[in-house]
């Protein structure tokens, strides 16, 4: 299997989510499996050399339309997308072929007091999430958030972090 990550992390610090990669590119090694992570350009980042130790092929790409023909031409059995900035792009790039596509929300989207369904958020959730298996969340109320936003309630999907 081939298993992608793609994830607009700008952290310099690991924080909790890179330890989660590196133990999964470790257990996809193990299995046999490519793993390749996409990740943008930071300033001082000391987790690349973390994810390649796990056998992960990293790329560091500049921007959604590098991470989109990087997508493209790897050609994952599985994409998984995580902070979002990337997942139109990606998910455009990825429509036509058989490849399995997650969307993964790590935080909430409450920005000036709340979350409202709009237009434009019924055209990302509905119409560029129609390709989307999963939308991921870290809890209940994000994955409320994104049902508001327009993301389809039977694909949305609590997995909690384990820190």
Sequence with gaps: MRVLHLADFGNPSPGGFVPLLAALGRRLAARGDAFAVAVPAVDGATWHETLR????????????????????????????????GWELAVTRALWRTSARVLWHAHSTSRRNGGVRRSPKSVAKYRLGGARVERFVTVTTAVGEELATLGAPRDRIAVVRNAV
């Design 53 to 84: 130790a796990t056998g992960a092929e990293l790329h560091v790409v500049g921007n959604a339309v590098e991470a989109a023909r990087f997508a493209r031409a790897w050609r994952p059995d599985v994409a998984h997308l995580h902070f979002f």
